[in-house]
């Protein structure tokens, strides 16, 4: 046996598939164009078989509890026939214990893997690389699962799914109940081989992450402050997060020219942070606080990031997690600090029922002194007629140039330079969200609006807010815990 393949043998040799007499299902959606299926039932045969692997090849894991394994994956696939790991039966084959996955080469699928029972045996769970220079490219994670696989030392961390390499897709995964520190999911776009990867997140499922009350616990991050320069191109598309509430940075943004995208964030006691990093765009995203304390919005650092059409409703944070959070920067910032915000949009976004939804030039201390600068807040719609106060600014606002905002509290409507006193009404979607609307229309900008919230196309003259009532049709399906993660895991889908 070659050297490669005694990496992960000796010290985890004991883990084995346990079988019985029950018929497996195999996965529906194993590659068509399959040359060669192989099914080991313990990790010397995987390793002695993941070798042999071609283009369109799958290796399947017995059905049966892999226990303390060390899995090494690695191929040479192609677009049309990609090399595939599997499962004989998707939820009657686990991976428990001390385990973890590391993969590399290109056109690589990992489908239907099961973490339960354990905790990984490295700080990185699944690593889309081994070691510095053998990396993951045009592969994917699908249909798996890492439900409770915490360590029972709340003070150790790890990280569950990292990724490295170039045009990666995380999708249709459940990650739930992570419970020490270390975030669930890690995209590490660190120069060379790594940036511009243009990832993408897609579909999944995010479930159960308990406050830890320090840092370090997001839900997703995207960079280092170190590579907060490099451009990731990361998409986080149509997942669902759900009481994601870690620490103060839900998902926390530290590169550039990443878009979070149509998620829905449901009780989230956390924010969508902007940490560092420029040119991000948050759009159609759901934030439903449902009156819980501590639920968050956006918050918003460094310069050229354009955030339009979400809707947060009921969002009850304050300072860093309040709904809308826009703060001033640090004079000579060091990479780790906080950049002054600048060229950044926000429009065509609604909030219902929030508590103090703006707050405008905060500061964490005196040393923020560089106030936001060329920032346009526009065409947004603010309606919480039990609340007192709207916009809480906390230094000076002059860099901020505010349009057509409709904002209506307890005290009647915001007045001033950039914003309009007109009546706002009330509709519900199809799942029961009340948006407010008005019939007042915006001439101004921002053409890269060019649908609202559900994907309706909008007319050259833009309804205010994130909703443009029409009678063009939806083209966006939420995101909800039924069209998100595995379809074959139905633990948080009754």
Known sequence: MSTIFMICI?????????????????????????????KVTNIKEYQEKVAELLPGDTIMLAQGIWKDCLFVFYGEGTQEKPITLTVEA???????????????????????LFFTNGYSATE??????KGSSLTANNS???????DSYSNPDKTKKDAWVNLWGRNNRVENCYFGTKTNLGVVLIIWPNGEGHNKN??????????????????????????????SKEVSGTIIKGNYFEYCNGETEMISIKSCENRIVENTFFECQGSVTLRHGNRNEVSANYFIGNY??????????????????NYFYGCKGTTYRAPLNIMNGLPNSPDNGYHQVKDVEICFNTWVDCDLPWLLAFAKDDNQSLFPINTQ?????????????????????KGITFSDNIAQSSRGFETGEGFIQQELSLIKDNIGYSFATSNVKSFSGFDYVITDINGRKRIDVKAIGCIDVNNNPTTIEQASKINCGPLWYRKYKQ
């Open 90 to 112: 998707y939820g009657k084959t686990t991976i428990e214990g001390n385990s973890n996955l590391k993969m590399y080469g290109n056109n690589l699928v990992v489908d239907g």
């Open 292 to 309: 819980k304390a501590n639920t968050g919005g956006v918050r918003v650092i460094n310069e050229g990031h354009k955030i339009f059409n």
């Open 140 to 146: 994917v994670l699908k249909n798996c699962v890492i």
């Open 10 to 38: 000796l010290a985890w040799g004991g883990c084995q598939g346990n079988t019985n007499q029950e018929q497996p299902v195999s996965p529906p959606d194993l590659p068509k164009l399959s040359s060669k299926k192989y």
């Open 198 to 227: 243009y990832h993408q997140i897609t579909r999944n499922y995010f479930a159960g992450r308990p406050d830890l009350g320090v840092n370090g616990a997001e839900t997703i991050r995207i960079g280092t402050s170190d590579y």
């Open 124 to 129: 990185q769970l699944i690593e889309f690389r």
């Open 377 to 397: 807040i526009a065409n947004n719609i603010v309606y919480s007629p039990n609340t007192s106060v709207l916009i809480k600014e906390y230094g000076n606002t």
